[in-house]
């Protein structure tokens, strides 16, 4: 069988293109974008083809393609035109889902880190495939077990068939696909949970609790309501410390490379579903410890006087966390916040968290608003000046002046989107290594 992946080169369709090249298909894609992305890495290593322009495909072959790419995209409508079978991207992963006990990881924040933790742990000791949005993904037929990042935007989780259902937490997100707002979210986190055996979800998280579900489920958290938790905490620059407690019992103590709750809560999670399948206790501990996170997720460099960090923080709970774990890692220094919002529904719904999260940097910058689905001409009044004007000392900034960030000598600067952040962190490092 043959796929060809309109997109491949987004973070969720490039993890599906590995996976059905990791499967025995034949594996092609197209994408728009021309340039490097982090996510060419595992199709390169496969050699997956990526063609950016019109070329010959096979009438047998099944195409599958981003909903970033609308219908009238000359691309898809090129496939169509020639009569091809077409699938969306999330039945294809629903297909693959139902082949394996899947572990469904969901969530607004911490979907990729906890999907990676968990299949840490699993690859090295009963193996499994996994399907990850840092555009990581790899399967095998013979695996008996699959951790998939289950994503919320446009319901895609609901195509799923999940064993274990993990949720994170719950927060108003992707605005554009939830005209009912947070119930409605609630509601699609509800029925995806409802077709697991088991749920294990964030019990510390209101919204979550507020859910009634239909299976049994584990509640894991910082709170003593909860069936698995995390206390003796301690958070300091090398990361963190728990003891970890099940149904009032001490379970063991753990330590991890990463910083903030948000990590020790992530990391119960996969505690949990990993002792559910019998997994010893020493490989849970081991394997938490080596985790080391996800690409574009509070990754590190040092270049020269100054730190910089990577994160694919969009939403403010995201950037909140990310600003306070660098302040875990790095006390003593300047924590400097350089963010490009994405999408404009999303900056407008949450504007006033966007700038109470960034606040907390002792300086921000702001990019313009970056997207590619919704018109600006839409959202009258909605842009990043709007955030700037209300976050004290905050300041615009863009790839061609990002030189202003120079001045900023011996501090944290933190880079944060989901979208091509990369472009102005390539040319200030570029600057800083003069």
Not at 109 to 138: A, P, R
Not at 176 to 194: S, V
Not at 203 to 208: E, R, S
Not at 341 to 357: G, H, K, Q, W
């Amino acid at each position: 069988m043959k796929y060809y992946c309109i997109g491949i080169k987004g973070s969720g369709m490039s993890s599906l293109a590995n996976i059905l090249s990791d499967m025995g298909y034949s594996v092609s894609g197209y994408d728009d974008a021309k340039g490097y992305k982090y996510t060419m890495d595992g199709l390169e290593k496969r050699g997956i083809e990526i063609f950016y322009e019109a070329h010959d495909i096979d009438k047998d072959t099944i195409v599958t393609y981003s909903k970033a790419f609308s219908m009238d995209h000359p691309e898809i409508k090129r496939v169509k035109e020639l009569g091809l079978t077409l699938r969306e991207y999330k039945d294809v992963m629903g297909d693959i889902t139902a082949l394996f006990k899947t572990i469904g990881v969901s969530g607004t924040h911490g979907k990729t880190t906890t999907s990676l933790m968990i299949s840490e742990i699993f690859d090295n000791t009963v193996g499994c495939n996994y399907f990850v949005g840092d555009g990581t993904g790899h399967a095998t037929k013979d695996n008996e077990y699959f951790v998939i990042e289950s994503d919320e935007f446009n319901k895609h989780l609901l195509a799923y068939h999940p064993t274990v259902a993990i949720i994170t937490n719950i927060e108003l997100d992707h605005t554009e696909c939830y005209p009912g707002g947070i119930e409605e979210i609630k509601d699609t986190f509800r029925q995806f949970a409802n077709k697991a055996d088991l749920i294990i979800a964030n019990g510390d998280d209101k919204n979550v609790r507020d859910i009634k579900f239909d299976k049994k489920v584990l509640y894991y958290g910082l709170n003593d309501n909860n069936d698995i938790i995390a206390k003796n905490v301690v958070l300091d620059q090398k990361g963190s410390k728990f003891d970890c407690f099940m149904n009032g019992k001490k379970f063991g103590t753990f330590s991890l490379k990463l910083y903030g709750n948000h990590m020790v809560q992530n990391a119960l999670s996969a505690i949990a579903v990993a002792n559910y399948y019998g997994i010893k206790l020493s490989d849970i501990k081991k394997n938490l410890a080596n985790f080391i996170g996800a690409k574009r997720r509070f990754k590190i460099k040092e270049i020269g006087k100054y730190i910089t960090i990577d994160d694919y923080a969009h939403h403010p709970t995201e950037i909140a966390v990310t600003i306070k774990a660098a302040r875990q890692k790095y006390p003593d220094k300047e924590i400097v916040a350089v963010f490009l919002p994405n999408t404009y529904s999303r900056t407008e719904a949450l504007m006033d968290d966007f700038v109470n999260a960034l606040s907390l940097a002792d300086k921000t910058y702001v990019m313009d608003i970056h997207c590619d689905r919704e018109r600006q001409v839409d959202y009258p009044g909605v842009s990043s000046d709007t955030i700037i004007k209300r976050i004290k000392g905050a300041d615009k900034v863009s790839v061609a002046d990002c030189k202003k960030l120079l001045k900023h000598d011996n501090s944290v600067i933190c880079f944060m989107s989901c979208t091509n952040i990369y472009e102005i962190e390539d040319e200030f490092e570029k600057l800083a290594k003069k």
